[in-house]
């Protein structure tokens, strides 16, 4: 049974793997808006090309978030063993108790990287938009409305 218990350790190398991606995406939003910044103040770029480089920026921070959230979830909620007064010192947004907690707060979180991320695409557009387009929205609007159902039906809520 020890042997086995000492297998959750094996989830610190997915933490550690989604705490290198977060450094990663970090370090891809800020090479971003140094460019933006260059732009503006060596080239002259345009409003749109900053803008665009900025909402990049914006686009890879969030996805940061999001495994950084996804790193401490698994670390803490999962696999190292904190007192209940060291747990309490925790942010809310670490103490998680389950793994369906862990999978809603990430779904939440990644709605919010979807939506700038279309926010992102519709600022890159030099075009008008087609039809075609109502896709992504249509589907951030849909698992929105799936998480909502799932939280009523868990009692959580919002």
Known sequence: MRLLLSLRYVMLVASLGAALGAVAMLWEGCAKLVQALRGILVAGEGAGTVISLVMGAT???????V??????????GFVLDLSAEERARLPAWMRIS????????????ILVYLVVDFATDVA???????????????????????????????????
Request: net charge negative.
């Open 67 to 76: 495994l950084v959230i996804f790193a401490y979830a698994i670390a803490f």
């Open 124 to 158: 890159n557009g030099d075009h008008h938009l087609a039809w075609t387009s109502l896709v992504l929205p249509l589907s951030i609007l849909a698992i929105a409305a799936a998480l909502r159902l799932l939280s009523i039906g868990h009692g959580r809520p919002e």
């Open 98 to 109: 389950s793994v369906g907690e862990l999978k809603h707060t990430l779904v939440e979180v």
């Open 59 to 65: 686009d890879a921070f969030l996805f940061a978030m």
